[in-house]
T-cell receptor, first 115, second 112 residues
């Protein structure tokens, strides 16, 4: 089956800098994408989502960019804080026509904040 | 509004036993889906329920099953447990299918 992947397993950034986490997907039928944050011992926490009819969506300190031409998704976190340390997953929901197939998750990027 | 609640948080079972995990979705959410998370395979989709009907199932053996009740609460069952079933089992609820999914804290299952 098709899957969603992330480019880097670990990303280290300085506190206060902007973070960019990337994700590539291969299912061209995907029409809905979500970014999740997972802290140790907790379930994934919804951050932001975007549908395929949009290129960009902004939230509080976060921006998601979608490039359908190259099947690329990115999450930008502004002014990274220590509390942003976590594993970040991108997920896509590509309805194959038989109904919702559930979310397909990437492997995750561990964001490490350096003081 | 209360979040997704999963019980129990931790379980230890012996090979060959069966286990039932419970999930209470966010109030008003009709879609519940289940995922298995392991270090090696990451997050994998198990199944999704909407209005008591299983809409889709991931690539897992028949030992994994689930159901949803009329109040949207869901249970999943794993029979004849194997060591490889040790994982964090996560439940997510959504208002409708193909919308944002909110996860619970998960049930950590250890099979010995």
């Amino acid at each position: 089956g098709e899957s969603v992947g992330l480019h880097l397993p670990t990303l280290s950034v300085q506190e206060g800098d902007n973070s960019i986490i990337n994700c590539a997907y291969s299912n061209s039928a995907s029409d809905y994408f979500i970014w999740y944050k997972q802290e140790s011992g907790k379930g994934p926490q919804f951050i932001i989502d975007i549908r395929s009819n949009m290129d960009k969506r902004q939230g509080q300190r976060v921006t998601v960019l979608l490039n359908k031409t190259v099947k690329h998704l990115s999450l930008q976190i502004a002014a990274t804080q220590p509390g942003d340390s976590a594993v970040y997953f991108c997920a896509e929901n590509g309805d194959s026509g038989g109904g919702a197939d559930g979310l397909t998750f990437g492997k995750g990027t561990h964001l490490i904040i350096q003081p | 509004k209360a979040g997704v609640t999963q019980t129990p948080r931790y379980l230890i079972k012996t090979r060959g036993q069966q286990v039932t995990l419970s999930c209470s979705p966010i109030s008003g959410h009709r879609s519940v889906s289940w995922y298995q998370q392991t270090p090696g395979q990451g997050l994998q989709f198990l199944f999704e329920y909407f209005s008591e009907t299983q809409r889709n199932k991931g690539n897992f053996p028949g030992r994994f099953s689930g159901r949803q009740f009329s109040n949207s609460r869901s249970e999943m069952n794993v029979s004849t447990l194997e060591l490889g079933d040790s994982a964090l089992y996560l439940c997510a609820s959504s208002p409708q299918w193909n919308t944002e999914a909110f996860f619970g804290q998960g049930t950590r299952l250890t099979v010995v």
